[in-house]
């Protein structure tokens, strides 16, 4: 595959102050939720690279959200910004006042992105859900999502709920990264197979720096119904990507030395926990991944399930190509 | 009996003036609230009894700031008869010469009668304080108190300083040392712990109440307390990890023998390792390994800790049977004080 393919230009886009920036650096920069507030306006066009498994390079284009920015991204600096997109997230503030003008300025972007990358995939994150209290969040999230709807111009959009304060921060990146990943369904039969010869109950993928879920095989699910299984926890991966990560700050911090050369050193390479009901680990699997197994309960069988998975690497990359 | 026991339960009080944040911190270690949440805890107005039914069951009292417990309507006798520790708690972002002034009345009031009562001062809120202030406001605290102290005849009184926050690691390090100093075993487990580590190159291993994070021992290295956060949240992450995939199962499957109590792991790049095992149902054990060769023999880390387990088990049962009455003139000569107080 040449390397422009493989580039995906995502573009991040909002009103100013609606949280693009602040999810970027938590997401992709290692940030913890309440050192975003240091984070200033982004000025026109932030653009990062986000490796991502190897083969797939996210290319970010922040887009600041002022208006005279919107203007320009919108008239004169529109073929720029718009060509070749093959994602647009866009992000709404769910405490914003001046929810008409957000969605007028939305269907601008859509009329425009619609113009130069028909094919784009359009994610539609409602952001900082945290503020609205628990017993409303489920309707007011319903009742955006549908203004949303209207406004997109028979562009496909996916639309989630998310907060930087929990977990739903990474079920909304986890999607829109699930959906741009290659030879997913080769990845997901390998892991199926692999997750019947060690009797494993689950399998879970994640992205190594992100920590974001990659995919996920579940031999507990009835084989008819591919979304219903046994774990009555459905936010179980995202809860992990959390979990993880939040960890991983603890260590950084007792590793000295500059910031960002020690979280990485703080990275783990093997997690294992035995208890009575199930046994789990969660190791450095390949470059770019970790792997979570859960298997029944049984010490040897257990100690077993690591070692083949470490063996199971080479297998991995040679049927999915992954890495290259 | 079934008095005697209860009586014997080590009692913490938690006094201060009000909004000094007593019951801040009984949220936030006893009942996991978030540190930002206290900000909309309602002042307490009555005496507010928690009993905490853990390794040793402890009560904990928050006492209502704007009391007078000296006042002839009140008996302190009951109130200050069983206690272990009297927590007095000061806000250092505020005015604190009157909790000063009060603090050792109580003192002066308590020594007469109750000498044994340990009194633990906590410089609270000090989290929003640059280092500096934060040391002065503390030197000013102790030399205020003890000065007092010393005018009124009292020298060495028993009282202990800490700096706490309830936003960082500051207040369970606190907390730990009021409850270790409550801990009539605790010369015991530091010894035990002492031949685990150093048996096992551990760097520091700590005996953690599962509940509320408090360690209840370690070893007698100096605490680092960067290496305490990244065991006390080792236990967050076990137990956030296992609630995850700990539902009960329709058809509970297994692989073969296992044993009963959890354990777990971590090794990291530069080699070093985090290690979890489940003492009983309140005790976890948690230790850093920093030697690089420790993930290869885990097994005998296991079997090591499995040793320490059985004598943790010793030690306590035979401080069941003790305050059962069972086993009397044998076993440490060292005063007990659930042991008096059923004697007497």
């Known amino acids: ?324 | 009996m079934a008095k005697n026991t209860r009586q014997a339960k080590p009692r913490l009080l938690l006094m201060g003036q009000r909004r000094s944040g007593k019951s801040s911190i009984t949220s936030v270690v006893f009942h996991k609230m978030e540190p930002q949440e206290t900000l909309f805890l309602e002042s307490t107005t009555r005496i507010q009894k928690d009993i905490m039914n853990s390794f040793m069951d402890f009560q904990v009292w928050d006492f209502p700031g704007q009391l007078d417990y000296f006042d002839s309507t009140f008996d302190t006798t009951q109130i200050f008869a069983d206690i272990g520790a009297l927590i007095w708690v000061i806000d250092a972002q505020d005015e604190y010469s009157d909790s000063l002034a009060r603090l050792t009345t109580t003192i002066i009031n308590l020594q007469n009668t109750f000498p044994h009562i340990n009194v633990e001062v906590f410089v609270h809120k000090t989290d929003s304080l640059n280092e500096d202030f934060r040391s002065d406001i503390f030197q000013d605290v102790v030399q205020r108190v003890g000065d007092d102290l010393n005018d009124a005849g009292y020298i060495n009184p028993n009282v202990s300083y800490h700096l706490t926050s309830i936003y960082d690691s500051s207040i369970f390090e606190a907390l730990s040392s009021v409850i270790q100093k409550l801990i009539p075993e605790l010369d015991v487990l530091q010894n035990l712990l002492d031949t685990l580590i150093n048996n096992s190159g551990m760097t520091k291993a700590y005996l953690f109440d599962i509940l509320s994070k408090i360690y209840v021992a370690s070893d007698t290295r100096p605490v680092d307390s960067d290496i305490y956060e990244i065991c006390a949240n080792y236990i967050d992450l076990t137990v956030d990890f296992t609630d995850l995939y700990n539902y009960p199962r329709d058809d509970p499957k297994s692989l073969g023998e296992q044993m009963e109590e959890v354990e777990s792991s971590m090794t990291f790049e530069d080699g070093k390792m985090v290690y979890l095992k489940e003492m009983n149902k309140h005790l976890c054990l948690v230790t850093v390994i920093q030697n690089k060769e420790a993930k290869d023999k885990k097994g005998l880390i296991d079997y090591n800790v499995h040793i320490f387990q059985d004598a943790l088990k010793a030690v306590f049962e035979r401080a069941w049977e003790k305050t059962g009455g069972e086993v009397t003139g044998e076993g440490q000569s060292s005063a007990r004080p659930e042991q008096n107080s059923l004697e007497t």
């Open chain 1, 1 to 324: 595959m040449d390397a422009r393919k493989r580039k995906k230009k995502v573009l991040l886009m909002g009103k100013s102050g609606s949280g693009k920036s602040s999810m970027r650096s938590i997401i992709f920069s290692n940030y913890v939720a309440k050192d975003v507030r240091r984070l200033g306006a982004t000025i026109d066009v932030e653009h990062s690279h986000a490796r991502f498994m190897g083969n797939l390079t996210l290319n970010l284009w922040d887009c600041g959200g002022q208006d005279a920015f919107m203007d320009s991204y919108l008239n004169s600096q529109r073929e720029n910004v718009f060509t070749n997109a093959q994602v647009l997230i866009y992000v709404f503030d769910i405490e914003s006042r001046e929810v008409d003008r957000d969605l007028d300025t939305y269907s601008a972007v859509i009329s425009a992105l619609k113009q130069f990358s028909p094919s784009a995939m359009v994610f539609c994150l409602v952001h900082k859900m945290d503020l609205v209290q628990a017993e409303h969040r489920e309707r007011i999230y319903e009742e955006r999502c549908r203004m949303i709807l209207t406004q997109s111009d028979s562009m496909s959009v996916e639309t989630f709920a998310s907060s930087i304060w929990d977990q739903t921060l990474y079920k909304a990146w986890a999607g829109i990264v699930h959906k741009m990943i290659p030879n997913l369904s080769i990845i997901e039969r390998f892991l199926r197979a692999f997750a019947e010869q060690i009797s494993a109950e689950e399998i879970v993928l994640f992205e190594r720096s992100t920590f974001l879920t990659v995919t996920s095989v579940d031999t507990t699910a009835p084989k008819s119904t591919s979304e219903e299984t046994a774990n009555p926890n459905p936010d179980r991966h995202e809860r992990i990507s959390n979990i993880m990560k939040s960890y991983k700050h603890t260590v950084a911090k007792s590793t000295k030395g500059p910031s960002s050369s020690s979280v990485s050193a703080a990275g783990f390479v093997l997690y294992k926990v035995q208890t009575p009901s199930f046994n789990a680990f969660l190791a450095r699997f390949t470059e770019n991944t970790y792997i979570a197994v859960v298997v029944p309960p049984g010490e040897a069988a257990f100690n077993c399930a690591v070692l083949n998975t470490m063996m199971a690497k080479g297998a991995f990359l040679k049927k999915t190509g992954v890495e290259g």
